[in-house]
């Protein structure tokens, strides 16, 4: 069964950290470009950090020198460690699997929340 499941989200002052990770079964993790996603209320989902088809990273402006994607495929995880966050951070978390052609995989999602 193909399966993402996030998790590490939560209840964080602003200027904290929190580390997310997304643990993939089901596939062939290494051949996988691994991102993620995030959505607020009213917001439409967007990109947060991806490694590209080549292995390279990607952040959005509003993450970069804040946020590090990372994976490790011994354990087919990719993680998001977010450090300086602000409130404007606040979103669920979507984990992100693409291997064109074959349609992009989706977690569930994990609640991240910074308020003070």
């Known amino acids: 069964q193909v399966q993402l499941v996030e998790s590490g989200g ?26 993620w996603y995030r959505q607020a209320p009213g917001n439409q989902r967007e990109l947060v950090a991806a490694f590209t088809d080549i292995g390279s990273t990607n952040y959005a402006d509003s993450v970069k020198g804040r946020f590090t994607i990372s994976r ?38 994990t609640q991240v929340t910074v308020s003070s």
């Open 72 to 109: 490790d495929n011994a354990k087919n995880t990719v993680y998001l460690q977010m450090d300086s966050l602000k409130p404007e951070d606040t979103a669920v978390y979507y984990c992100n699997a693409r291997h064109v052609p074959l349609s992009p995989i989706w977690g569930q999602g």
């Open 10 to 35: 939560g209840l964080v002052p602003p200027g904290g950290s929190l580390r997310l990770s997304c643990e993939a079964s089901g596939i062939i993790f290494s051949i996988y470009a691994m991102g």
